[in-house]
């Protein structure tokens, strides 16, 4: 994992108090699969919130303008992340 990698995934765990090991964080290939194993792991959770969290961290972490980063968006292929 890229240090600008790692980064991001430490501020995603600092914020929602959780652990992504890096097994699971390599078959999160896009930025709502990221959202959704977030959401498993944190019942009650809204969605929106979630999203939104995720896409300022993304944009604050890669310099990426926020409304380029879709659910959709994969970080190798599309947000030349990896």
């Known amino acids: 994992m890229a240090l600008d990698a790692t980064a991001f995934i430490m501020a995603v765990e600092q914020e ?34 979630v999203w939104k969290t995720v896409q300022r961290i993304a944009s604050e972490e890669f310099r990426i303008p926020p409304d380029e980063i879709k659910p959709g968006s994969r970080w190798v292929d599309d947000l030349m992340i990896d």
């Open 16 to 49: 929602f108090n959780l652990e992504i090991p890096n097994d699971d964080y390599a078959s999160l290939t896009t930025v709502g699969s990221l959202c959704d194993y977030i959401l498993a792991r944190k019942p009650g959770s809204d969605p929106a919130t």
